[in-house]
């Protein structure tokens, strides 16, 4: 009995917690646990699942020329077992469960994660609390799992024109900072990678104080909160993480890579330097990138897929969910019989057009619209909003999250024309094009 | 003493609140409910979210088209957003834009496909739209050429990527002219050719509220969803309701092997042959040998083989597709060139295993674990409820499916699986394309 209260009382001091703040409440219980690590909850009693994930404040971002790749090399040997759980143990335990796990890197970080039945979740908690520092990292297991990682590398890149395409265009755009290389990292870098190169990341990065915890799903946070200390709070601290420190100087001009390959038909892709989701002006980005490219009813498929009939497909992206300024990007497939040059050009006046005129109240409306959907919309799915939350605490903080809607809702006209003189300059840009050329 | 009472009585209310919505698998997954007009409706009420889900399976799939017009029902089913009696196509997605919402529309093998999502406030107008393209596209001569001058380009595209060209030539190989051998050049050869007329005829004969099935789940009551429904389907003219069939595809009497050679660093792999039928009654045993052979991930003995140990590829699986008729049974993977031979060797050394030995005890276990254990997953967003709720009405699953699918897996023994494998794989007559640099790849097959 005494039991049951004491945990109404933590069930009450919770709710207290989470009364509604400013913005958005996302009813998330945040917890920093002693040894630094922070954990985030939110319940979500739709579907008797969970979603357990670690994420990890590493990414390419992390590494050196000559080593790429390591951190994502080193997420695939996540899989290869420590010494309490062997080699080939983990996902057969979470399968075994009826779990699903996997793991993806980018550039700024590396995340777990296990989806299962909620009655599942303290297995998660094991394994993941396990291989957080019991690593095996058996040699002849590296140098296999090296061996996947280039075929995954031939797979996604060597053997894809655009994607060879666009991994140059990134390697022109940064000449300062770590994302000018791929987080699969380059081929050769690939096959000079080392066991010691893992471990020295291992020990670097994968400690209670560089990571953080979020699981979404149908449990009570208390009981939650509890079990995740039990499986880590004995985790000892690792040392202070090492800066990254790179900035990336401002550009002064176009730069322009042509990349040559077989390839049916011509592509292309530009980007512009754009500040990250801290900067007020995101919001104005953001909403400036929907007009642009959010539906049939966007300013570029409208242009140049539906009326000029120019384009294959044409879209609009902005990476502002990154630790370091990112880039504002466009691309475009281009159709039989039109060249990359008109319709890089049909690109730029689109551009342009946000700078000489104001956009319609129809469209600034439309992209607010769309921005508040799909902020309802993504609570669908358990995964999703857990991956939102990794990516904005590990990048920069969850609550920025909680703001989001304010922030889009505050844009005006003005905004957008601001930013899109400010960021979408010409001697901000740098451009990919892949050339196609015949068989030999 | 008495507050406390009370408050213990709230929580004891509280935690029987939340083991009933635990439970939400104990009832069925949703309700079947035939409208007036012959529309079958399947509704899952979903009050958490603001959000309505809307996904309809239409019968008029590439497998009701004549035989001399491939793509035909798959560029009428992405024409029907592309113009209205009443809209533009420029009005129509102006509109579910304007509302944060989406819709689409698009061909398949056995069903075309129209999905809707929309905030519940927005329901109407999504609805309305979503009628509108089913009951009145005009089918514009613009449009259509647009349409066609577009798809042409995306399949001159797709010849860059290695998957879709070693698919098409496994596809060919297995199905011929079944239509479900109806590959991207066969659309490119009629496409320059198709009228008007062929489309609209198309959509007069085969879209109509008895060859559509609709999943309705979130934020809608039965009442709401029936009236709205009624009043948006209301008079809409029954289609011809034809259930074809297909000649089965010739049976391959011996190992075909098709080199493709292309200038790349991988030999992209496909090796199989016809499969089995979502009806077929040997569906489950097939699941869980499936499970084991190459369906289970990191479980599965091809990943364990190739990736695992020997490194040779990022992913190697086996499928067998659940469609209407038969679809194909295949074996995939990517190795670079060198490795081709030793990846194929081990792929067909793993096929004899399965239809020789028997499974292992814990293999057998595992793979009932994973299968049953992880329903709940399938069903855990709107559009995987959607998802399930049309394949229970299309393949006559009952809506006690999700409580009756552990039972039929876990009813699967050993000697079913050897069985079911000795069935349904044939070694000696698989097609295998190997597409890629013939020259390095050295094909010993």
Known sequence: MKKALRSVLVLLSIIIIALPAAGQDLKVTEKVLPNGLKVLLKEEHKAPVVTFQVWYRVGSRNERLGKTGVSHVLEHMMFKGTKKYGPKQFSQTVQRNGGND???????????FENFAADRLEIAMDLEADRMQGLLLDPKDFLSERDVVMEERRM??????????????????????????????WMADLKNLTRDDLEKQYRTYYAPNNATIVVVGDFESAKVLALVERFFAGIPRGPEVPKVGAVEPKQLGEKRVMVKREAELPAVYAGYKAPTLRSADSFALNVLQGILSSGKSSRLYRSLVYEKQIALSAGGDYDDVSTDPNLFTLYAGVMPGKTAGEVEAALYAEVEKFKNEPVSDEELQKAKNQAEAQFIMSQDSNFYQAMLLGQFETVAEWRLLERYLDGIRAVTKDDIQRVAKQYLTDDDRTVGVLVPVKKP | MQNELHLIKRILLLIIMLAVSNDAFAGPIGKRIVLDNGMVLLLSERHELP?????????????????DKPGLASITASLLTQGTATRTANQISREIDFVGGALSTGGGDDFASAN????????????????????????????IDRKVKATLASIQRQKEEPEVIAGEAFTKAVFGAHPYGRVNDDVAAF??????????EFHARHYGPNTCILAVVGDITETEAVSLLTEYFRGWKPAEKIDPRHPAPPPIKKMTVRKMDKNITQANIAIGHVGISRENPDYYAVSVMNYILGGGGFSSRLMDNIRDNRGLAYDVHSSFAPQKEPGPFQVWTQTKSESANEAITEIFKELERIRTVPVTDSELAD??????????????????IAGILTSIEIFNLGLDYPQRYPGLINAVTKEDILRVARKYIAPDRTVVVVLGNQEKIKLKY
Do not use: C
Not at chain 1, 169 to 178: D, L
Not at chain 2, 191 to 200: A, C, G, M, N
């Open chain 1, 156 to 185: 996604r890149t060597e053997d894809d024109p655009t994607a060879v395409m666009g991994e140059q265009m990134m390697a022109a755009a940064f000449s300062a900072h770590p994302y000018q290389w791929p987080v699969i990292g």
């Open chain 1, 102 to 112: 996997n793991a993806f890197t980018s550039k700024d970080y590396t995340a777990y």
């Open chain 2, 367 to 384: 793979a009932k674990a994973y299968l049953t254990g992880s329903f709940p997953l399938r069903m855990d967003t709107s559009a995987k």
């Open chain 2, 51 to 67: 959000v309505v889900t809307v996904n309809m399976a239409i019968r008029a799939g590439s497998i009701v088209e004549p035989a």
């Open chain 2, 116 to 143: 809707l999502k929309v905030l519940k406030k927005d329901l109407r107008t999504g609805l309305d739209l979503l009628a509108d393209v089913l009951r009145y596209p005009v089918f514009d001569q613009k449009e």
């Open chain 2, 191 to 200: 496409l320059p050719k198709i009228t008007r007329q062929d489309i609209v």
